[in-house]
C-alpha cells in the first residue's frame, strides 16, 4: 500500500515537475536570446528569475555572467563565474570567462590559474595558450611567455599573434633586433594585421627612420582606418620629413575619430602655430587646457601665441602661471617683460628685466646657463619648460587594437551623475522600472489605503515622472477638492485622511512648504502613523536641498529631517525605506559611516532593494572602499538598477 501511495503522488506531480522544469528552461532561452541581441540588462532579469527557481543550475549563473561581462561589471561576472564552477566545475567555457573578468581586473596570476586549469580539459584551445602568454607578459613574467609561445609555435606555425607576441615580449626586454624579425616573420605569415604593422612602425620611430614608419603606418591605416594613435604617428614621422600639409590632416583626422586625444589637440597647435595659423591654434589649446588644466607647457605656448594676437593681458595671465611654477624660466621673464612694456608698465618690464640680468651676471662669472634642447620630441612627462616648442608623444607607446563599442544595451558606456539616488517618499505613481518588477511595499501604507474611504491611493516611489500639463491639472484639481472637503469637515481629525493626501498633492507639485503645514497638522491629528513623520522629512529633505544650493547654512534643519525620520522609524521599525531615507541624510552630511550603516540595515530588511545597494556603494567609494562599492554597485546592477553598470566603469581600476 505504501509503494502505491508514493507511486500515485508522483503521478500527480510529474506534470508540476515538467511544467517548472519547462519554466526555468524558458527563462534561460529567453534570456539567452536576449543576450544574443546584447539586450544585457534585460537578459539578468531573466536569469535571475531562472537562478530563483532553481539556484543549483550552472547555467543561469554563466549567462549571467556572461551579461555581466558586456556590461564591464568584471567583480559580478567572476563572482558568477564562481558560482557556476561551484555546480559544475568541467565546463571550459566557464573557466575561460572568468579568466577573461580577472583579466579586466587585473588580476593576471588568478586568470592564469584558470586557464591552466581549462586547459587541462581542453588542451589543443589556441585562443586560452593566446590568453595565458598575455597574462604572462602582463605580469611581467618574460621567461614563461617565451617558452609557451615557443610551444605555441610548435604547435601553430602558422598563427601569426604568436610571432607578434615574441616581438613585444622582446620590445619589453629591449632587444629591438629579434623583435623586428619575429615582427617580419608574423607579416609573413599574415601580412593584413593591422596592429603588427603599427609595432613595426613603433619600431621606426624609436629608430627615427621616418620614411620606413610612414610606410608602414599607411599600411596599418588602410587595414585599421579608425584609430586615432595611428594617425598621431604618422603625422610625427610627416613632420620630420617636413611634409607639414600632410601633417596637418593626420592631426585632423586623429581628432575626428578621437575628439578628446590630448596627443592630437596639443601638436596640432604648435604645428598650426609654426605656420602662422594662430587663432586656430589658441583654440587647440584652450582645448587642451580644458583637458589638463595645469599643463604649463601648453599654458606657455598659448601665452605666445596670445602675445602675437595682440591679446597682452591674457599672455602676462598665462606668462604668470608658468613663471610661478619656474621662477628661473628666462625664456617665459622674456617675453613678459616685453608684454608690460608694450603695455606701458614699465615697473613690472624692468623687474622682470632685472631677474635676466642677474642670470646673465650668473652664467658671465660660472659660465652656466640652461640651455635649449635641440630634440624635435619630447615625450609627455617631460616637463622642461626649454622644451615648450617641440611635439610631444606618449611616454610609452602602445599598440591599440580595433573594437566596437556602440551596441544596443551598453548602458556602461552613457553618462550618469555621481550621485546618490533620492529619498522614497509618499506619491500617488507607483514605483516603476523599465526591466525589473518591484513593489515598493509598507503596511502602514496599505493600511491607509484600505482605511482612507479614499479612491485614491498613494504608494512608495523615488523616481517619479516629471509633470507633463494634464498631470499638473488633475493635480491641482485634487488640491481644490481635498481643500473643499477638509473645509467643510470642520476639523483636521474628522479629515485627516484628506489632509495627508493633500500634503502628497502638494509634494508632487513641487509645493513642499505647503506639504509641510498639512504634515505638521495632521501628525497633531494622529501621532501613532508612521507616515505622516516619513513624508514630512522628505519634504524638509528636499527644501533644505534647494536653500543650501543658495548658500544657506541648513544643519539645523536636517536635524529637523533626522528628528522625523527617528520618530517613523520608532512607529514601523520594519520599514526599509525609512532606514534608507536616514542613510540619505548621513550621506549628504558626508557621513559615511552611518549612511553605510543605515544602508545596511535597509537591505536587511529587503534584500531587493537595489537603490540602497547603489547608494551604499557609492558611499563605500568615497570612503576608498572601492572593492566593496564596486560589489554592492554591482548587486543593484543584477537588481535591475543599470545606471549602476556606468559608475562600475567609472570606478573600476584602469585596464
Known amino acids: 500500500m ?127 595558450w593566446h590568453n595565458r602568454v598575455l597574462c604572462r607578459i602582463q605580469d611581467k613574467d618574460y621567461s614563461g611567455a617565451l617558452a609557451e609561445l615557443d610551444t605555441m609555435e610548435t604547435r601553430w606555425s602558422k598563427y601569426a599573434p604568436t610571432y607578434s607576441m615574441k616581438a613585444e615580449v622582446y620590445m619589453l626586454q629591449e632587444d629591438t633586433t629579434k623583435a623586428v624579425e619575429a615582427l617580419d616573420r608574423s607579416l609573413t605569415v599574415d601580412p593584413y594585421d593591422g596592429s603588427t604593422w603599427t609595432m613595426r612602425a613603433v619600431i621606426s620611430l624609436g629608430r627615427k627612420e621616418w620614411k620606413e614608419a610612414e610606410g608602414y603606418l599607411d599600411k596599418a591605416i588602410h587595414l585599421l582606418p579608425r584609430q586615432a594613435g595611428n594617425y598621431i604617428n604618422r603625422a610625427l614621422a610627416r613632420v620630420n620629413q617636413n611634409n607639414l600639409r600632410g601633417a596637418m590632416a593626420d592631426y585632423d583626422t586623429a581628432l575626428d575619430i578621437d575628439p578628446n586625444n590630448f596627443l592630437g589637440h596639443y601638436n596640432r597647435g604648435l604645428l598650426r602655430s609654426q605656420v602662422g ?54 625664456t617665459g621673464l622674456h617675453y613678459r617683460a616685453n608684454c608690460y612694456r608694450r603695455l606701458g608698465m614699465a615697473k613690472q618690464a624692468e623687474a622682470d628685466e632685472f631677474r635676466i640680468y642677474k642670470a646673465q651676471l650668473y652664467k658671465s662669472l660660472y659660465g652656466i646657463q640652461p640651455r635649449l634642447n635641440k630634440e624635435q620630441l619630447r615625450k609627455r612627462s617631460d616637463e622642461d619648460m626649454e622644451k615648450y616648442n617641440q611635439l610631444v608623444v606618449a611616454d610609452e607607446q602602445v599598440v591599440e587594437h580595433e573594437y566596437e563599442n556602440d551596441y544596443r544595451g551598453r548602458v556602461q558606456d552613457h553618462k550618469v551623475e555621481v550621485a546618490f539616488l533620492p529619498m522614497f517618499g509618499l506619491s500617488f505613481d507607483k514605483y516603476h522600472s523599465d526591466v525589473v518588477l518591484y513593489a515598493a511595499f509598507d503596511r502602514q501604507v496599505e493600511a491607509f489605503n484600505q482605511s482612507s474611504g479614499s479612491p485614491r491611493r498613494i504608494h512608495v516611489n523615488c523616481n517619479s515622472a516629471a509633470l507633463d500639463e494634464q498631470r499638473s491639472k488633475e493635480l491641482f484639481d485634487c488640491i481644490d477638492s481635498l481643500s473643499v472637503a477638509i473645509a467643510a469637515s470642520g476639523s483636521t481629525g474628522k479629515a485627516r485622511s484628506a489632509v495627508l493626501l493633500r500634503a502628497i498633492a502638494y509634494s508632487a507639485t513641487q509645493n513642499f512648504e505647503s506639504a509641510i503645514d498639512d504634515l505638521s497638522e495632521y501628525l497633531q491629528a494622529d501621532t501613532v502613523s508612521s507616515l505622516g513623520y516619513w513624508q514630512r522629512a522628505v519634504c524638509q529633505f528636499k527644501v533644505n536641498e534647494f536653500n543650501a544650493s543658495l548658500g544657506t547654512d541648513m544643519a539645523m534643519k536636517y536635524a529637523n529631517v533626522l528628528a522625523d525620520l527617528e520618530k517613523a522609524i520608532e512607529r514601523n521599525p520594519q520599514c526599509a525605506f525609512l532606514y534608507y531615507n536616514r542613510a540619505n541624510v548621513y550621506a549628504s552630511r558626508n557621513d559615511y559611516a552611518r549612511a553605510i550603516e543605515d544602508y545596511t540595515a535597509a537591505v536587511a530588511l529587503d534584500k531587493s532593494l537595489a537603490e540602497a545597494y547603489y547608494n551604499r556603494g557609492l558611499a563605500k567609494i568615497f570612503s576608498k572602499k572601492t572593492d566593496e562599492g564596486i560589489a554592492d554597485l554591482s548587486k543593484a546592477g543584477e537588481l535591475g538598477l543599470y545606471k549602476a553598470y556606468s559608475m562600475i566603469k567609472r570606478y573600476s581600476k584602469k585596464e
Do not use: H
Open 2 to 128: 505504501y509503494r502505491k501511495y508514493v507511486l500515485i503522488l508522483a503521478v500527480l506531480l510529474l506534470p508540476l515537475v515538467g511544467r517548472a522544469q519547462f519554466n526555468t528552461d524558458r527563462l534561460v532561452t529567453v534570456g539567452r536570446s536576449a543576450l544574443y541581441y546584447e539586450d544585457y540588462v534585460l537578459s539578468i532579469q531573466y536569469f535571475n528569475q531562472a537562478i530563483l527557481a532553481k539556484p543549483y543550475l550552472y547555467e543561469p549563473w554563466f549567462y549571467r555572467a556572461v551579461a555581466k561581462f558586456y556590461l564591464d561589471d568584471y567583480v559580478g561576472a567572476e563572482n558568477d563565474c564562481t558560482e557556476a564552477l561551484e555546480r559544475n566545475p568541467y565546463v571550459v567555457n566557464i573557466y575561460e570567462l572568468r579568466g577573461m573578468a580577472r583579466i579586466r581586473q587585473g588580476k593576471f596570476a588568478d586568470a592564469i590559474n584558470d586557464y591552466t586549469r581549462a586547459l587541462k580539459y581542453d588542451p589543443e584551445n589556441r585562443g586560452m
Open 277 to 330: 595659423d594662430d587663432n586656430r591654434a589658441i583654440t587647440d589649446f584652450d582645448f587642451v587646457l580644458k583637458l589638463e588644466p595645469d599643463n604649463l607647457m601648453a599654458l606657455f605656448n598659448r601665452a605666445l601665441l596670445l602675445d602675437k594676437t595682440g591679446d597682452l593681458r591674457g599672455a602676462i595671465r598665462d606668462y604668470s602661471k608658468v613663471i610661478d611654477r619656474y621662477p628661473n624660466f628666462w
